[in-house]
C-alpha cells in the first residue's frame, strides 16, 4: 500500500479549513491545519515533519526553516506576493514552489480606487466637516476644500501588471490621463493597454495620483522614499495597496506633516497590524485601511479552490498550476 500524501497548512486567515479537509479526504491526502505564525522554528519543524505539500500564508519560510523539511516537494504560498518565501532556497532543494498570481486582482484594483476616489473626493474627511458643521448647526467646509475634479487629472500606475492594468481598465472610462511605468512589461502588452509608459521619475513629477502595483523585490523596497516623494506635486496624492515595504514610513510621514503631497491612502504596512506608534497614525490627510485590499467572499472562494486544485495535481504527478521556479519541473 503506497504512503498517504500529507499536506500541512501553517497559518490561514480562513475561519476554517473544512471544506478542504472534507476534499482532501476523498483524495486520500492526510490534511493538518496550524496557526504557527511568529512561533519559533523549532515548533515548525516539528508540526511540518513528514509534509510533502505545504501551505503558507504568512510564515516566513527561510533558507534555514526549508532545509529542515527533507520530505517537502511543494510549497504553495496562500496569495499573490511571496516575499515571506526564500525561493532560491527552495530551487536549491528541489522543492516545486507556487503561488496565487490571479487571486483577487480585481479586488485589490477595487480597492486601490476606491481609495483614490476617497482621497479625490475627500470622502472620509467630509465626515469630520459634518459632524463639526451639524454641532455649530451651519455648514463650515473652511477645512475640507479645496476638492477637485478626478475627470482630466493624470493618473500614474507603477507596476502595471495583472492588478495594475486592471486599474488602468477599469478608470478609462473615468476621464483620466492615464501614465504607467513598467520596465518589464512587453510591448505587446503596453499596445494592448493604450496607455502611456514613462520613466519612475517623470510619472512621479506628473501624476496628480499614484497607485503602486509592483512586487516587493530588492528593486522596489522602498520604491516610495524621500527623494521620489519630493518629485510629486503639491497637489498629489499617494495610494499603495502592493507591500508596505515598498513605502519608506518616515519619508512619507515627513511629507505628509509637512504638506509636501496632499495626502495618501494605505492598505499594507511593514509590521502587520501597525503598532500604535506608527507614524501614520494621527495624520489628518492620511486615509488607513487594515490590508483589507484582498477580501472578498469571491476571491477567498477563488483562492481556497486554486490551492485545491494545486494540492490535487501534486498528488497526480502534475505540477502546480503557477510554479514560480519552474526550472525544477
Known sequence: MSKKIKCVVTDHIEDNLDWEAEELAKAGIEFDVHQLKFKPEEELVGKLAGAEVVVVNMVKFDASLIAKLPDLKLLIRHGIGYDNVDVAAC??????????????????????????FACGRKIVWSRKTLDESSAAGQWDFSRLFPIRRLSGKTLGVVGVGRIGSQVCLKLKSFGFDIIGSDPYLGE???????????????????????????????ETRNLVNAESLSWMKPTAYLVNTSR????????????????RIAGAAIDVFHVEPPPPSHPYFGLDNMILTPHTGWASDEAGWEIRRSI?????????????RCVVNKEIL
Request: overall charge negative; glycine content about 4%.
Open 188 to 218: 505587446k502588452r503596453k499596445a494592448d493597454l493604450d496607455i502611456k509608459f514613462v520613466d519612475r521619475e517623470t510619472l512621479f513629477r506628473t501624476a496628480d495620483y499614484i497607485t503602486i502595483h509592483t512586487p516587493l523585490n530588492d
Open 91 to 116: 530551487t536549491r532543494h528541489g522543492i516545486q514552489f507556487a503561488y496565487q498570481p490571479d487571486y483577487c486582482v480585481h479586488d485589490v484594483a477595487e480597492h486601490a480606487i476606491a481609495l483614490l
Open 308 to 320: 485545491l486544485d494545486d494540492i490535487l495535481a501534486f498528488a497526480a504527478g502534475k505540477p502546480a
Open 244 to 259: 508596505g515595504p515598498m513605502v519608506d514610513d518616515e519619508a512619507l510621514a515627513d511629507a505628509l506633516r509637512n504638506k
